[in-house]
């Protein structure tokens, strides 16, 4: 009959029938069953054993996320990409502060862009990233357009050939904001084109702080 390692061993040692009562095979009974687990421990935390020495994996154990981790990093996450359908013309007395607003979010993401007062409101202290494009209606016109962080303006972009109807003016910043910091964009002169969504405002966060 063959026999099976370790419980064979164990067996040949306590019964004299099976072969074995001496020291040695009581030793064997006492070493097999130790290898034994030492490998089954080994596959079980997904190395090898050699030489009496564990290798590991490399790479480690997997990480997984909790429920509160995944909704703490989605909370992070804030983008908003807004724009115009129509020309926008603020020399009409029904906006006095030169406000540009839009019409249409494209990506709102966490919901901190307010479309009525087109004007966002960060949600936490950190660095975003914002741009904006603006096409300018008519010819022998200029245009200047800044982009204001709590009612002061931070950048400015400028267009004024006067030969050319459709010209664009675009431009783009990283600023460091706190929590309930206010950016909106400003028409400083001139008159906005709308149509075919020529002029956008986006901004995201890029890490918080």
């Known amino acids: 009959m063959p026999w099976r390692r370790g419980r064979c061993a164990s067996r040949a040692a306590a019964d004299p029938a099976w072969g074995g009562a001496g020291p040695a095979a009581a030793a064997a009974a006492r070493l097999l069953p130790r290898a034994g687990a030492e490998r089954h421990g080994a596959h079980r935390a997904g190395g090898q054993v050699l030489g009496g ?10 990480r997984h996320l909790l429920p509160g981790h995944l909704r703490a990093l989605r909370q992070r996450q804030v983008a908003f990409s807004a724009t115009r359908s129509t020309n926008h013309e603020p020399s009409e007395m029904s906006n006095r ?6 019409d249409q ?13 087109s004007i966002f409101v960060a949600p936490r202290k950190g660095i975003y990233s914002f741009s904006f494009h603006v096409v300018k209606v008519y010819n022998r016109q200029t245009i200047q357009v800044s982009l204001m962080q709590n009612g002061y303006p931070v950048i400015s972009a400028f267009a004024g050939d006067q030969d050319v109807t459709r010209e664009a003016a675009s431009n783009g910043v990283l600023l460091l904001m706190e929590r309930e910091d206010k950016v909106h964009l400003k028409l400083e002169r001139g008159n906005l084109m709308g149509g075919w ?3 956008t405002f986006s901004g995201f966060l890029v890490f918080p702080l």
Request: charge should be positive; proline fraction near 3%; avoid cysteine.
């Open 53 to 62: 020495v564990r290798l590991q994996p490399v790479g480690g154990r997997r």
């Open 97 to 102: 502060t030169m406000t540009i607003y839009f």
């Open 105 to 117: 979010v494209l990506v709102n993401i966490g919901n901190h862009f307010d479309l009525a007062s």
């Open 197 to 199: 969504k020529y002029s």
